[in-house]
């Protein structure tokens, strides 16, 4: 959710945490702030985006070689200039940035004013920094040992950084729940939320577990411990196969936009080395040692939030078509909580393009002590659920900046095609047919998704149609459901236009009293299997004179007649029809918002990884 990024070094930090903060403004835009130690400890902190704090900043001279940066996702306090980060502790030596939620911070705060403690601010994380305070004045502690006491009474998750101005030559950083890398340069220690701060300066980075508490040091490095006791652990260290421009805009207007371009690329890049079309195999490497106990399972259970669960309800579609094991899909948020029968008969697969999205971790976790195998589809390299899953397979689609996802949604779906067709093959429900059937089309797919990229003009104009309407519906039917869901989310995330993802059929039991003249109606039609039906369901709307904009397969005659407006898509086979398309309905959002004068890549409200509950 926040962002976080750190620098102890040579240079001048203000520059670095500055660029790093706009790299993290993805995570959170609320408001931003950065605490620079330069004799005095300074902070400055301003409401709104990071350029507010540039702004603010820029021709100050500002200098230091430690200091660390936060952007933040409000919880605790709106989102304004004293609860924006750093927090400063009572005394003004200490300064806190934090990621996460405190969830006994009331009691925190109450216990540290009876002691004397007063707040400025209505901020969780300015109790912890007090806290911290309290034990190293009452117990003369060093930085670190002060910070392990106040987090073992602390209850909730965090990532956080604190800076001593009697100690300019340390970081202490600590996390729980909440990611934290440690980067290591020649002559330079980080600490960020994710890599992409970093990577400009080092590709060698330390994932900091959950419960561990690292101490940069001038002299020493980097050492790391545990929250509970002070026993060094030793720190591995990963080569992060990342480069620049993936995290730059490469000349498109958004990263959004970016994204969504990409795609042929991306679902390419999550077939290399898995699927080959001419010698006509698909293999997993994270899925073999496990096969024969996923073909075996009594049922797989999908756990995930948001897009991420579009995708899983097409893995339900797929996996149980091609490989006909039961599949139940889940909310991340609702199974973790509700006391699920699981065995270590079932097989709990989560998807997540972050692999730090708190439900979908605590889902994973739950899973894991009952005793399930736990399978992770997710994008970031090193993240949490990546690295707790019992086996998992990566997406690659590379880094995700815009706040809606895009080519996650397409690199997950792949992903599950593959994982469909290697269990459908390896378990005798896939015929040898359809199975070289599909892998020829899955291997076609890139070319096709080009395709669908060349209709974006007539789609920004069809956007140009609905730009002004409050109310939008998407149906589809079979494999186009969730793809229909996918549309109706993005469209509301990013142009804050109120839609909803129905099947298409269900229609009938409420929705059509919606419909009117003034309601467009987007109908994704490409179906071969219930090609009748969906002609049936479209009529239905448009004899309530409802405005029907169709996603078709190209050469359609029959929808062309009765639709208002038709996008065609090259022709495919039903389980790979996603691919394809949810394409139309990404750019169709994306110009919307545009028209509308939205911020594509940092919609209101929402935070690209969502850490917290
Ligand atoms: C929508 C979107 C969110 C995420 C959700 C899960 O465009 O981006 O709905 O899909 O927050 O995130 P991950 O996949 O990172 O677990």
């Known amino acids: 959710m926040c962002g976080i990024i750190a620098y102890l070094g040579d240079k001048n930090s203000y520059p670095i945490l500055l660029e790093g903060l706009r790299r993290l403004e993805y995570r959170g835009y609320d408001s931003a702030g950065i605490a620079l130690l330069n004799g005095e400890l300074s902070v400055y902190k301003k409401k709104g985006k990071v350029q507010e704090l540039a702004d603010l900043t820029e021709n100050k001279g500002l200098f230091a070689t430690i200091g660390m940066g936060h952007t933040r996702w409000a919880t605790h306090g709106k989102p304004d200039d004293i609860n924006a980060h750093p ?34 601010s209505e901020t969780d994380t300015e109790v912890l920094i007090h806290l911290i305070e309290e034990f190293q004045n009452r117990d003369k502690l060093p930085l670190e040992e002060a910070v392990r006491k106040a987090l073992n009474k602390v209850v909730g998750a965090y990532a956080i950084v604190v800076i001593d101005k009697n100690d300019p030559n340390k970081l202490v950083g600590a996390r729980k729940s909440s990611p934290l890398v440690i980067g290591l340069g020649d002559k330079d220690l980080f600490i960020a939320s994710d890599a992409t701060p970093i990577i400009q300066y080092t590709n060698k980075v330390v994932y900091l577990n959950d419960e561990e508490i690292a101490v940069l040091t001038r002299d020493k490095g980097l050492e790391i411990s545990t929250i509970s006791n002070d026993e060094l652990q030793e720190p591995v260290i990963h080569e992060l196969d990342m480069s620049m421009d993936q995290l730059e805009k490469g000349g498109y207007e958004h990263f959004m936009l970016k994204e969504i371009y990409q795609q042929s690329q991306t679902i390419s890049d999550c077939m290399r080395g898995r699927l080959n079309a001419i010698e006509g195999w698909v293999r997993l490497g994270g899925l073999e040692e496990h096969i024969n106990r996923i073909n ?61 999205t708190a439900d979908t971790l605590a889902a994973a976790e739950l899973a894991k002590e009952k005793g399930a195998l736990v399978y992770g589809i997710v994008n970031v390299v090193g993240s949490s659920i990546a690295r707790m899953t019992h086996a998992g397979s990566y997406i690659h689609c590379g880094p995700e900046i815009g706040v809606a996802s895009t080519k996650a949604f397409t690199g997950q779906v792949t992903l599950l095609t593959l994982m469909s067709l290697v269990l459908g093959q390896r378990n005798g429900s896939l015929s040898n047919s359809y199975y070289h059937q599909l892998i020829a089309e899955l291997a076609s797919i890139p070319d096709k998704v080009e395709k669908v990229l060349a209709s974006n003009e007539k789609i920004k104009y069809l956007a140009g149609e609905i730009k002004n309407t409050n109310n939008t519906l998407y149906l589809g039917r079979g494999y186009n459901f969730p793809v229909a869901l996918e549309g109706a989310l993005k469209l509301k ?36 299997s219930a090609y009748e039906k969906i002609v049936s369901n479209i009529m239905e709307v448009k004899a309530r004179k409802g405005i029907v904009i169709a996603i078709v397969t190209e050469g359609d005659v029959e929808i062309k007649r009765i639709a208002d407006h038709c996008i065609e898509i090259p022709s495919t086979i039903d389980p790979l029809t996603p691919l394809l398309s949810v394409i139309p309905l990404q750019l169709l959002s994306y110009h919307v918002a545009v028209m509308r004068q939205c911020d594509v890549d940092q919609p209101r409200n929402l935070a690209k990884s969502v850490t917290v509950e």
């Open 493 to 528: 995330e990013i142009s804050y236009i109120h839609a909803e993802g129905y099947p298409a059929a269900e229609m009938k039991h409420g929705p059509i009293a919606l419909i009117d003249e003034n309601m467009p109606v987007i109908v994704i039609a490409t179906n071969v």
């Open 87 to 120: 927090h400063f502790s009572g005394n003004n030596r200490l300064a806190i940035i934090h990621n996460g939620i405190i969830e006994n911070y009331a009691t925190l705060k109450e216990a540290l004013t009876r002691l004397g403690h007063q707040f400025e």
């Open 296 to 356: 075996k399972a009594n049922r797989i259970i999908i756990a995930a939030c948001g897009t991420s669960w579009h995708s899983a309800l097409i893995g339900e579609y797929l996996i149980e078509d091609l490989a006909r094991i039961p599949v139940e899909v889940e909310y991340a948020s609702e199974f973790r909580y509700r006391n699920p029968i699981l065995t270590d008969k079932d097989v709990v697969l989560v998807i997540s393009q972050s692999g730090e």
